[in-house]
């Protein structure tokens, strides 16, 4: 099982997340592009640290938003798109490249992760940008998504990721960060539902009723409360009940 987390979400004098702390605990880094957050300083610095710790490196591709953080939809012509998302792709395989590591997979951020979980077309372009850009790179998603669908019919890998602390609806979609709830915080209570992922049984929905997530990545939020401490605890779980863990790409130890 891989254990990734959203890192390099700073910008400027404004800092989020404990870059270093997470890099110790996490298997995969998906690393802001500068479109909903990071800047060049940031962005190098992440990439560096997770060169150095064996940690792989994602693109965490986003929409154009630095205000909003990339958590508004956005209605982007899908040629633009397909652009901004290659764009994106380009300036930190270069940041990688000077690490000495490379971008090993690209996985949406907020907004658009959760438009092209059904929005078609947005979703062709973004399978359209990483096909375009380089075919042999992965790409992570929500399991049944429109995204997932069109990439391994476009002959990308296709990996399926579960949140950790994330609620979701019966129908296996993230609950709405406007809903109450959507977030969890308690790191045993998030630790033992990443179990039952790893071992593949069933875990509660927020209506109570159960529903089954595939994965082969759990994510953490970097930017949540306590970020570090839940991470942690999902590593010791994990570990501590034989899952091994490891990147799902190249790229990491």
């Known amino acids: 099982m891989d254990l990734n987390a959203d890192l390099a979400e700073g910008f400027g004098r404004w800092e989020l997340g404990d870059d270093e702390a997470l890099l110790g ?4 880094a998906n690393v802001a592009c500068g479109f909903h957050a990071g800047d060049s300083v940031v962005i ?24 909003g953080f990339g958590r508004r939809f956005i209605d982007v012509p899908p040629r633009e798109l397909t652009d901004d998302v290659i764009y994106q792709i380009g300036a930190l395989a270069g940041f990688a490249r000077v690490a000495g590591t ?6 949406p951020h907020g907004a658009l992760y959760n ?20 075919p042999g790179l992965a790409v992570l998603g929500l399991p049944g998504s429109e995204w997932l669908a069109q990439a391994e019919q476009a002959g990308l890998r296709t990996f399926r990721e579960a949140f950790a602390d994330r609620a ?7 609950v709405s960060r406007r809903e109450p709830g959507a977030v969890l915080h308690d790191p045993e209570e998030i630790a033992q539902r990443c179990l039952k992922l790893a071992a593949g049984e069933p875990i509660r929905a927020v209506d109570g009723s159960e529903i089954q997530v595939r994965a082969d990545s ?26 091994v863990l490891r990147p799902f790409v190249a790229g990491g130890s």
């Open 25 to 28: 605990v996490v298997t995969s």
């Open 44 to 67: 190098r610095a992440a990439v560096t640290r997770a060169a150095e710790r064996g940690v792989a490196v994602g693109a965490q591709v986003g929409y154009r938003d630095l205000a």
């Open 102 to 107: 490379e971008v090993g997979y690209v996985k």
């Open 115 to 134: 438009a092209i979980v059904h929005h078609a077309e947005q979703a062709a372009a973004v399978v359209e940008a990483v096909r375009s850009y380089d």
């Open 168 to 174: 979701y609806t019966p129908e296996g979609t993230l």
């Open 218 to 243: 759990i994510c953490v939020h970097g930017d949540s409360p306590g970020a570090v401490a839940i991470a942690q605890a999902v590593r010791d779980r994990l570990s501590g009940a034989g899952v």
